[in-house]
């Protein structure tokens, strides 16, 4: 296979162009979780569905992250953003690790300001929660599928490595015993 330097570049800076979107999207639907949650709280307190206000938040929940828990936050983003760019580590634990974070810092730099009272902060959290465990949930489940996926190829494989080398011992013996016989 003969390469130029213009696909590695642009095969490389590609990689990372992606990389840097799948973080952002990650760290988007971290924000979007904890507002879903804030949302499950308002509605206890108020006990009317604003729809409008939900869809708002969907776009402007990054936003979300402007709070007194920036300061924390923002080295943490840092040192993921580097880390999702570099390929370090399992992606489905730090896919997992940025939107679970990203959807703290939301909960608690404006919980207690989106949401008054006992019952809708008991709501909003248990809300946040269920859902951060239902996103590990799903992320576990799709890294394993994308491990058996992976051992299947990898059996695949040795099946047709040990196929091709029982016949070149086969075809090894034929030629040996040719050889014998004159």
Known sequence: MNFDIQDVLADGLGSVFVRFLLFIVAAWLGCTLGAA?????????????????????????????????????VPFLLF????????????????????GVQSLAVMAGWAHDFVQGWAPRAIAWSAWLIIVAMLGTGLWFARQAVTRAQLRNMARLHEENDRLRKLKID????????????
Do not use: H, K, Y
Request: net charge negative; hydrophobic share 50%.
């Open 37 to 73: 949650a804030i949302l499950a709280g308002q509605f206890e307190q108020t006990r009317v569905c604003g729809i409008g206000f939900s869809g708002f938040w969907i776009w402007a929940s990054p936003l979300l992250l402007l709070s007194s828990w920036a300061l924390l936050n």
């Open 80 to 99: 993921f953003l580097a880390r999702f760019i570099r390929e370090d580590g399992d992606d489905f634990l730090t896919i997992g690790l940025v939107i």
């Open 171 to 182: 075809e090894e013996r034929a030629q040996m015993s040719l050889e014998d016989e004159r």
